[in-house]
């Protein structure tokens, strides 16, 4: 399929409906680049993320596509100008994120190693809205892989269906592999969050462990820094 260089496109797997119409309140108030249109796809009761992604990947024409969870909210009206900005920026540049970690720990947590990046997010308990904001500096940082709750890309790189099947792990695996591909990952400097994560409900981990072991079998991070591990 040729892709349309002028055409974003928004993709979310959702099985709250409430959360959904919440989230395109947000996308509905985003300036739309100047030359550029906008599409919509959304996947209802997805067996897996990575299936939920693939479909709709198959489905749009758009260059751009922006993946994001149905609990997301943009709260930066000029997200898109931005977006666009960055991946004119940097030709190598395939994937932005909001959060991200400049070097993947060993562990394959991504939570225990550095982040960048910064979002609001919903803390529980106490059930109060924190600006999470994480290493400073200036621009744009490149990282090893991103947070899945907004994931936006430049190319169409198969989602790995065949290797997770769940719902964990899919930011790790995309972002791999993209970088087995020779593409950058970038998380902008924001002084003040782009988006904001409801993500206040308690998340079922109870298949984290195993795909965990499945990208660390997949992804040796020597293959990704040579001569470091």
């Known amino acids: 399929m040729d892709l349309n260089d002028k055409k974003i496109c928004f993709i979310i797997c959702y099985n ?25 796809l959304t996947i209802a ?13 198959e489905a749009s024409d758009a260059r751009y596509k922006i993946y994001l969870h149905q609990d997301v909210f943009i709260l ?52 109060e809205y924190r600006d999470y904001r994480y290493e400073i500096g200036h621009g744009l940082h490149t990282v090893d ?32 592999e993209f970088r087995r591909r020779g593409y950058k990952i970038l998380v902008p400097e924001q002084r003040l969050p782009w988006c904001l994560h409801d993500d206040g409900q308690i998340l079922s981990l109870w298949d984290y462990d195993r795909d965990r072991r499945i990208c660390m079998k997949e992804y040796p991070l020597s293959l990704l820094r040579p001569g470091t591990h």
């Open 16 to 40: 709250e409906d409430l959360y959904l119409q919440e989230c395109l309140l947000y996308l509905r108030r985003l300036h739309v680049p100047e030359g550029f249109s906008t599409d919509l």
């Open 145 to 176: 892989a991103v947070d899945g709750f907004l994931m936006a890309t430049a190319c169409d790189i198969p989602w790995r269906t065949d290797l997770l099947k769940g719902w964990d792990l899919y930011d790790v695996s995309q972002s791999f």
């Open 76 to 127: 930066y009206p000029y997200f898109l100008d931005s977006l666009i900005e960055i991946f004119r920026s940097v030709p190598q540049a395939g994937m932005v994120g909001m959060v991200g970690t400049p070097v993947f720990p060993e562990d394959f947590m991504m939570w225990s190693g550095r982040r960048v990046g910064n979002f609001y997010i919903r803390d529980t308990p106490p059930c």
């Open 45 to 57: 009761d997805a067996p897996s993320m990575t299936e939920g992604y693939q479909s709709a990947m």
